[in-house]
């Protein structure tokens, strides 16, 4: 019982901060929605002008990395569509489950056959439908559903821009995550050295083989950057998010050689090679200045130093009596080291320029 507990009090509070995170897409579509019902009901006249507040929610999304922009553009040609091949059916043919079923397979064909993407195809689908069973046949309302789309789609985007954010705040969240995955690599390669443990190095190389973390990371700066577009409040942002968007591309090296570096943590356990100790210590404090990374990125210099001694901890003395593949795990750390200074701003030959000088190739 005191377990369940435990873990009771553990998913409210995963479902709380989740919905801190989601607070604010969720205000932006509430407000914008109920602005859109009012300027279509009260501005244009329409009596149940039910797209508008959809094409707000769709627009706005409560998800990262969509293209806001192309989004309403896409609402609009699909409601256009499905509502441009339901009217001229329906007045022909009449309403029924035949005529239902005839109408969204044209609607949803047509948007394919116009290039259109997932969401103009579900659109004209769904439009159609609309005018098959809500509306009588003849109706001619269909140009006022496509200017309630528009509108939705437009103060959608309002919102995005007017409405309060942190675009900062979304990439920092996301490539804190990044870092996560790195430092929990490191310890654990660290660890599964001290005690001799090539299935524990196996465990965390199975983990670390996901570019889930990276690529959530790139559409949060996708969705930054296009908030930075959208809105004039936020253009004082544009620099420290310029550090987030630098630093994608070496999180990434740094984590495709984290991999390489527990492949051959594990090869060098399971063959029995010697390790020096100076190569666990110096994963360790690798790790410790990836989480002071993960502290400070968008203002990451304080970290260069903690990197640069972890490189130290690593010399040609140490390795003198290792086997190949704890050789490689050194040239390893040291490739991390210098993905990491990239990061934190620097060349690669300026992060080069930090390491020691071994006395064998450094990968």
């Not at 790139?218 to 296009?226: F, G, S, V, W, Y």
């Not at 790790?287 to 990374?293: D, G, K, V």
């Not at 490189?311 to 190949?324: I, N, T």
């Given at each position: 019982m005191r377990v369940s507990r435990a873990r009771l009090r553990a998913a409210g509070r995963r479902r709380v901060r989740a919905l801190r995170r989601m607070g604010l897409p969720v205000l932006q579509c509430a407000i914008a929605a109920a602005l859109a019902w009012l300027v279509a009901t009260q501005l244009l006249g329409h009596r149940q002008p039910f797209f508008a507040p959809i094409a707000v929610i769709i627009c706005i999304g409560v998800g990262l990395g969509q293209q806001r922009l192309r989004r309403v553009v896409e609402l609009v040609v699909g409601v256009s569509v499905g509502i441009g091949v339901g009217d001229l059916l329906v007045s022909t043919i009449g309403t029924g489950p035949w005529q239902l079923a005839l109408v969204v397979a044209l609607a949803m064909a047509a948007a394919v056959l116009l290039g259109g993407g997932p969401l103009i195809v579900l659109q004209a689908g769904s439009s159609a439908v609309l005018v098959v069973t809500l509306l009588p046949p003849g109706d001619s309302a269909g140009l006022d559903r496509m200017l309630d789309a528009l509108v939705g789609g437009l103060l959608g985007l309002a919102a995005i821009a007017v409405l309060p954010g942190n675009p900062p705040g979304i990439a920092r969240k996301h490539g804190v995550q990044m870092i996560g995955v790195l430092t929990t690599a490191l310890t654990s390669a660290a660890e599964a050295i001290e005690r001799r443990d090539p299935e524990l190095a196996a465990e965390a190389l199975r983990r670390a083989r996901t570019q889930q973390p990276i690529d959530d990371f790139?559409?949060?700066?996708?969705?930054?950057?296009?908030?930075?577009?959208?809105?004039?409040?936020?253009?004082?942002?544009?620099?420290?998010?310029?550090?987030?968007?630098?630093?994608?591309?070496?999180?990434?090296?740094?984590?495709?050689?984290?991999?390489?570096?527990?492949?051959?943590?594990?090869?060098?356990?399971?063959?029995?090679?010697?390790?020096?100790?100076?190569?666990?210590?110096?994963?360790?404090?690798?790790?410790?200045?990836?989480?002071?990374?993960?502290?400070?990125?968008?203002?990451?210099?304080?970290?260069?130093?903690?990197?640069?001694?972890?490189?130290?901890?690593?010399?040609?003395?140490?390795?003198?009596?290792?086997?190949?593949?704890?050789?490689?795990?050194?040239?390893?750390?040291?490739?991390?080291?210098?993905?990491?200074?990239?990061?934190t701003g620097l060349r690669h030959d300026e992060a080069r320029a930090v390491l020691p000088t071994l006395n064998h190739p450094d990968g």
């Open positions: 790139r559409d949060a700066l996708r969705t930054a950057r296009e908030i930075l577009a959208l809105s004039p409040l936020h253009r004082r942002h544009r620099h420290l998010l310029r550090s987030y968007v630098d630093a994608a591309e070496p999180l990434d090296h740094a984590l495709r050689n984290c991999r390489v570096l527990l492949r051959r943590t594990r090869s060098a356990l399971m063959d029995d090679e010697q390790v020096p100790p100076s190569l666990p210590a110096g994963l360790r404090r690798l790790a410790a200045a990836t989480e002071l990374l993960a502290e400070h990125l968008g203002s990451p210099a304080v970290t260069r130093e903690a990197l640069r001694e972890a490189a130290w901890l690593v010399d040609s003395d140490s390795l003198a009596h290792s086997g190949f593949s704890a050789q490689v795990v050194a040239a390893q750390l040291r490739s991390v080291v210098v993905d990491l200074l990239q990061a």
